[in-house]
Each structure stands twice: as structure tokens, then as C-alpha cells.
């Protein structure tokens, strides 16, 4: 049997552990291949969001082609969670094939408002890949290498950044911009001007402040991430993000904050709570990297039995 189908197996099978079927996905997300597509894919009836809402980001970070059909079949079920379709919509962004494009226009009036704004940025995105990318060559690099839905907005002083993220008036695309330079420079003036934005309205720039928060892991937002978790009538959407960044976060005073929300009424938070902790003991541990682990691996060309221990429990 093949390792990707061996960690397949893992990621399927509903009776393990949820933080062994996390790190079973983020190894297929970096073996990669059609194989491992194709079994990412196939978990996309599974009863967890949060499970399926990670399968979509997965795929757009693969940026395999191979993944377009099972987005789209994703992003056009409306009985799936829209955690779920906007996660689709995303990926199909960051896949960068300007071929869904017209997928893409259907659903910018999404009745699902995070779905909706997630194809506007998407579009931007193929749209700048096409008319922008070679001209624009002078942006900042980006850190933590994920494919993100924007490219960053030139360098300029934190609070002119600050100003364009929180300002409302501009494009969501504009205020992205804004928001993976401030990520990208890493500081902590940077971080606190990220951290307002968790008060901007609209959930899907919310959720996605919480999720730079979270690639940063600086411990300067703990509080304002605390705050947006623990409100009963925030997002769903922004408060499992919130989780996750205290997980990567991962200081005693991020784990504690986390353990109190294990039991939480809502099944995403709960679930990312788990999961968040399953992070935070990664990252205390002296093991390999959470997400990094497979990119060694993977190296390797495969994973032996030992190995798939190793990353899976």
C-alpha cells in the first residue's frame, strides 16, 4: 500500500482522533500529487466543517489543477457550511487558473455574504495575477510561504497601513493588501495594528486578521484574540480562527484560554479548540514544526510506517 494511501486511510476514518486526521491531511497536503488530491477530496462529506473547511484550504495551497473540479462541486453546494464554500471559493483563488473565473462571477451575489466577498477577492486575485504580477515586483516577501488571497500592498509606515486596513471604504481587496504587509513585517506595532481589525465588521475580515495573528504567533494580540473568542454572537467563522491562532500562539496564558472553550455550543469552535491544542503542544514540544513537519518528509519521497507514526499519533 502507498504512504499517501496509507495517510489517506488515517484522514477518512471518522473514528480517529480529529488531531490525527489534521496531521494526516497536512501530510498529503505536502506529498502532493493526484493521489493525494483525490483523497483530500473524497472527505468532503464528512460531518466536521471544520475537517472540510481544511481539506479547501489544503487544496489551494497545493495549487494543483487537478483539485478545480472538487472545488467547484464544494463551492456550489449550498448545503454544505458556508465555512466550507468560502474555504472553496478561496482555494480555487489561490490555485491561480484563471479558467474558474466564470464559476467565480456566479456567485458574487452569493446570498452568503462570506461567500459572496471570497469570490470578489478571488477574482481580484486572478485578475492581478494576470494584469499585475510582472510589474508589480517590488513587494514585500512573504514569511511564512502560504498563497494568500492578495498579494501585500507596498512598504509604508505601520499606522498609513493601519489606516487603509481599518478604513471601510476601501476594496476588500485594498484592505488585504494592507494586511499582509503589516503580516509580513512581524513586529509588534504591526501586530496591534492587525489586531484592530478584529473590531472592523464583516466576518470574513475578521477571520482572516485572526488567521495572520496566528501565522505571526505573536503573544502582543492574545488579548484582543481572547476577546473575539469568548463573544457568543461573534462569527463562528472568526472565532474558530481566533482558536487557532492562540494554538499557534501557544503560550500558557493562549492554552488556558483555550481549554475553557473545549465544551463550547458550537461544534467548529469546539472542534478548533481541539485542535488548537493539538498545535500548541507541537509547538511547545520539540517535535518537528505542526505544519512543517511533511515538508522533511516529503523529501524523502515517501513515508515509512515509522514515519506515519511520528505524524500521526
Not at 472538487?70 to 491561480?96: C, K, N, P, W
Not at 461544534?267 to 520539540?286: F, K, P, Q, T
Amino acid at each position: 500500500m502507498s504512504s499517501v494511501k496509507e495517510i489517506g486511510e488515517v484522514l477518512k476514518n471518522k473514528s480517529q482522533p480529529l488531531k490525527d486526521r489534521f496531521r494526516a491531511l497536512f501530510t498529503l497536503r505536502n506529498l502532493g500529487g493526484d493521489e493525494a488530491v483525490d483523497a483530500i477530496a473524497s472527505c468532503f462529506d464528512d460531518e466536521s466543517a471544520l475537517l472540510k473547511h481544511e481539506l479547501a484550504y489544503c487544496l489551494g495551497q497545493m495549487q494543483d489543477t487537478h483539485a478545480i473540479p472538487y472545488l467547484i462541486r464544494v463551492l456550489e453546494d449550498t448545503s454544505q457550511e458556508a465555512i466550507v464554500r468560502h474555504e472553496a471559493g478561496e482555494a480555487l483563488g489561490a490555485i491561480g487558473d484563471a479558467s474558474v473565473c466564470e464559476v467565480l462571477k456566479k456567485y458574487l451575489h452569493d446570498p452568503v455574504v462570506e461567500v459572496a466577498e471570497t469570490c470578489e477577492l478571488a477574482l481580484g486575485r486572478l485578475k492581478w495575477l494576470a494584469d499585475n504580477a510582472k510589474v508589480e515586483t517590488d513587494l514585500p516577501g512573504n514569511p511564512y510561504l502560504s498563497v494568500d488571497p492578495t498579494p501585500p500592498a507596498k512598504i509604508a509606515p505601520v499606522e498609513e497601513l493601519r489606516q487603509a486596513l481599518l478604513d471601510e471604504t476601501l476594496s476588500l481587496f485594498q484592505r488585504y493588501r494592507a494586511m499582509f504587509t503589516l503580516r509580513n513585517m512581524s513586529t509588534t506595532e504591526s501586530v496591534l495594528a492587525l489586531a484592530d481589525g478584529l473590531k472592523c465588521s464583516g466576518a470574513l475580515f475578521r477571520h482572516e486578521i485572526a488567521y495572520v495573528l496566528g501565522q505571526i504567533q505573536n503573544e502582543a494580540c492574545i488579548k484582543q484574540l481572547s476577546e473575539n473568542l469568548q463573544d457568543v454572537n461573534e462569527s463562528p467563522m472568526v472565532r474558530h480562527e481566533c482558536a487557532e491562532a492562540l494554538g499557534s500562539i501557544a503560550t500558557p496564558e493562549a492554552t488556558a484560554i483555550l481549554q475553557r472553550y473545549l465544551a463550547d455550543a458550537e461544534r467548529v469552535v469546539r472542534e478548533s479548540c481541539i485542535v488548537a491544542l493539538d498545535m500548541s503542544e507541537y509547538e511547545n514540544s520539540g517535535q518537528f514544526q505542526y505544519a512543517d513537519t511533511l515538508s522533511r518528509l516529503n523529501n524523502q519521497g515517501s513515508l515509512s510506517s515509522s514515519q506515519l507514526e511520528t505524524v500521526v499519533g
